[in-house]
């Protein structure tokens, strides 16, 4: 039961650049989540999504796309990678409404 | 939406000493409260949760409170040692939509032998 994975685990990419994180999740979760983590500003939510098929914006969602076209997987896409991108990217996965959430290792992505 | 505030952002104890992290939000309708612990280069973990119907709760060396009055939660953890060390984040949710949490910006926590 490997829980929440995460791929790539470090990435750098150049300015204007595409490129998509991927979640999995072995726990059969309903929910899924995206969060940035920056220096001193805690746990960001980028999307979300609350069951397969649907999406929904968080607190910072401008610049990121996300699918969930499987119950499974829930991926975080950047169109134009921008240096104001850098930061070290969470997903997470809950059963249901107001339980635990599970986080992946993190992806730190770098943008020159 | 939800604004979290937690104090203080570095905290330094002796072993075996208390600890004490508090957070305050605004939503009054806020009612789960969650708290993660990040170790260095890990990813956050739950070490504890509450939920508005209850005040306190417990778990060995680790407690949390919640005053749904005043808007604040406080986590404690008793006869500390070194591998609580790490960052401590609370965080607070109404339970609507995608359970979205807001967290508070981080206490980073050093027990010192």
């Known amino acids: 039961n490997a829980g929440v994975t995460q791929t790539p685990k470090f990435r750098v990419l150049k300015t204007g650049q595409s490129m998509t994180l991927l979640c999995a999740q072995d726990?059969?979760?309903?929910?899924m989540y995206w969060y940035r983590q920056d220096p001193g500003m805690g746990l960001r939510l980028i999307h979300y999504s609350v069951g397969e098929g649907t999406t929904a914006k968080g607190e910072v969602p401008d610049g990121y796309n996300v699918s969930r076209l499987k119950k499974q997987n829930f991926l975080l896409g950047l169109e134009s990678a921008a240096p104001s991108q850098t930061s070290v990217y969470f997903c997470?996965?809950?059963?249901?409404?107001?339980?635990?959430?599970?986080f992946g290792d993190g992806t730190r992505l770098s943008i020159l | 939406g939800e604004n979290v505030e937690q104090h203080p952002s570095t905290l330094s104890v002796q072993e075996g000493d208390s600890a004490v992290i508090k957070c305050t939000y605004s939503?009054?309708?806020?009612?789960?409260f969650p708290w993660y612990k990040q170790e260095l280069g890990k990813r956050p973990q739950l070490i504890i949760d509450?939920?508005?119907?209850?005040g306190e709760k417990k778990d060995q060396r680790i407690a949390v409170t919640l005053n749904k009055t005043a808007k604040h939660f406080s986590l404690h953890i008793t006869e500390t040692q070194p591998e609580d060390s790490a960052v401590y984040f609370c965080a607070a949710s109404k339970g609507t939509g995608a359970n979205n949490l807001f967290f508070g910006t981080g206490t980073r926590l050093t027990v010192i032998p």
């Open positions: 726990m059969n979760h309903e929910y």
């Open positions: 509450i939920r508005s119907n209850v």
């Open positions: 997470a996965s809950s059963y249901r409404i107001n339980q635990p959430q599970h």
């Open positions: 939503d009054s309708a806020s009612n789960y």
